[in-house]
């Protein structure tokens, strides 16, 4: 149960790079325009 717990985790904070990481490459987008 807590291997569960452990990718779950991992799952949502890999999710939360992804949000970040585009975030970040609109910006750098918007910026070099």
């Known amino acids: 149960q807590e ?3 452990r990718i ?3 799952e949502r904070e890999k999710s939360i ?3 970040a990481t585009a975030l970040l490459m ?3 987008l918007e910026r070099s325009r």
């Open 3 to 5: 291997l569960e717990a």
């Open 8 to 10: 779950a985790r991992l």
């Open 17 to 19: 790079l992804k949000k």
């Open 26 to 28: 609109s910006e750098d």
